[in-house]
C-alpha cells in the first residue's frame, strides 16, 4: 500500500480529492520493470485491481489523493494561480533505490486550482509523456518515470474531439521550484518552513545536518540541474516549456509538453509551436534553467544572505560546461581532453549544421571512422554535401585519434554506448499514436521496446534508426494536451 506522508505532512498545501473516474477505462499500458524497482505489488499492473485502486470510494488512495498548490515564471512571468489541474498526487512508496517515490494520476479531475480547465488530459500527451520518460531513462537521462496508462472513450474537446486518458507517474516527488517560489511571493514563511522541513526529513535528507541546511539543498538543486541540462544538450532534447512549475526539485525531466529530440542538428531549434521568441528553444535551455533556478532562488532568501546564495548559483555554469564537454568528447570516441578539442567539437557541430545534418545518425557513423585505414571512412565522407570541410575536420580527427592508445574496435564500441541508434523522433511517436487513437496500441509497445535499449544494434529495427522523412521533420505538435 502506499505511504502519504505529504498529504499528511503538508495538507495544508494543497487540497485532498478522490481522482474522478472517465467512462470505459481501460489500463492499456503498464510498466513491470518499473512497477518492481517502486516495490509496489502485482495490484498495479492488472486492469480490474489497478481501476479499482485508483477510483472506488473506499479505496485507501481516494482518501489520501491531493492536488498540490504551487505558483510559476511562465515565459518569464510570475503567475500565483497555479496548482495541480488536473493531476493528484496518490502518495509515496520506498522504492528499491532506498529513496521514497511519489505516484501521481494525471487527468484525474478538474481541482480547485483547474482555473475552468476540464482537469483531463487528451490519450495524445498521455501517450507522449509515457514514451518520454521512457525514452529519457533508457538513455541515461534523470527524468519523472510512467507507470501506467489508462484509456477510455471519455470525450474532451481541444482544437477537436478527443479522448481523454490517464497517465500514472513516479517521481522521488512532484515537488517543482514553483513550490517555493509560490509560498516566497505570497508571505506565506510558515507554509515555506513546512515545504522545507519535509525536504530535509525526506528528500535532502544529507543536506539537514550541513551547516547551512538551506544552501546546502540549494547547491545539490544547482548542481544536478546542471548535469541534467548538459544532458538534455549533448542528447539533442529540446524540453519546450521551462516554465519554473515544470521544474523538479530533483533535477529530473519533468512535465512533457511539445518536447522534441533534434532530427537535423540545429542550435536554434524550437519545440514549441507557440514559443514565438524562442525563449526555449534547444541553444536556450542551458540560460534558462540558471535563470529558473535564480527565481527558485528567491525562496531561499530568508534563510541565507544573497552572496551565499550567489556563491552557490555560481556553480552552476562550471558544473554544466565540465559535464557537457565530458559527454562531447565521449560521443567524439576522446579519452582525454586535449586543448585543440573543443575546436574539434566545435567545427564538427558546425559541419552538421551547415549540411543540416541528423544529429544523432551523425554521431552514430562517425564511431564507424577508421584510423588504422589513415582516417578513410567513405559511409561517413559521403555522409556530408561539403566534402571539402568534411576532408579537412576529418584530417585533424585522424591527427586527434592517433594520440590515443586504443583501437578503431575498441574506439567503436564505446562511442556505440554513448551515441544510440534509436531515438524517440517526434514522426515515430506520431504514427504510433495514430495507430493508438484507432484503438491499437501494438506500434507502441514495438516503440517502447526498441527505445529501452536505444544504443544496441537490433534485429528487424531499421525503421526505427532510419532518417526523418521530410513529412517527419519539423511535425508541428499540438500544444494542448
Ligand atoms: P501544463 O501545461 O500541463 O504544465 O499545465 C500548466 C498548468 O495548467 C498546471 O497548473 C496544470 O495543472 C493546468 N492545466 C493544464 N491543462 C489543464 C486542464 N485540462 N484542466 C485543468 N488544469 C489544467
Ligand atoms: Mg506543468
Known sequence: MLGKHFATELAHLGRQQPP???????????????????NLGPEWLANDTLLSLLFDSESKIATQSMAQKYGGHQFGQWNPQLGDGRGLLLGDTRALDGQLWDLHLKG??????????????VLRSSIREYLASEALHALGIPTSRALALISSNHPVYRETPETAAMVIRACQSHIRFGHFEYFYHTDQKDKLDDLFAFCFRHHFVD???ADNPHLAMLEKITLETAKLIAKWQAFGFNHGVMNTDNMSVHGVTFDFGPYA???DYDPEFICNHSD????????QQPGIALWNLNALAHGFTPYASVDEIRQVLEKYEPTLLTHYRDLMLAKLGLEQVMPEDQRLLSDWLNLLEQDQRDYHQSFRLLAEFNVADGGKCDVLRDH??????????????????????????????????????????????????????????????RLLKVLARPFDEQENAEKYAQGVPDWGK????????
Request: glycine residues 6%; hydrophobic residues 35%.
Open 20 to 38: 474522478v473516474a472517465l467512462q470505459n477505462m481501460r489500463v492499456v499500458m503498464t510498466n513491470p520493470d518499473l512497477a518492481q524497482f517502486l
Open 108 to 121: 484525474a479531475g478538474p481541482t480547485p486550482y483547474a482555473r475552468g480547465g476540464d482537469g483531463r488530459a
Open 207 to 209: 543536506c539537514a545536518n
Open 261 to 263: 529530440f533534434l532530427d
Open 276 to 283: 514565438h521568441n524562442g525563449r526555449y528553444s534547444f541553444e
Open 384 to 445: 556530408f554535401i561539403d566534402r571539402d570541410t568534411y576532408d579537412s575536420w576529418a584530417q585533424r580527427y585522424y591527427i586527434r585519434l592517433k594520440q590515443q592508445q586504443s583501437s578503431d574496435q575498441a574506439r567503436h564500441l564505446t562511442m556505440n554506448k554513448v551515441n544510440p541508434k534509436y531515438i524517440l523522433r517526434n514522426y515515430l511517436a506520431q504514427e504510433a499514436i495514430e495507430a493508438a487513437e484507432q484503438g491499437d496500441f501494438s506500434a507502441i509497445q
Open 474 to 481: 519539423r511535425l508541428e505538435i499540438s500544444c494542448s494536451s
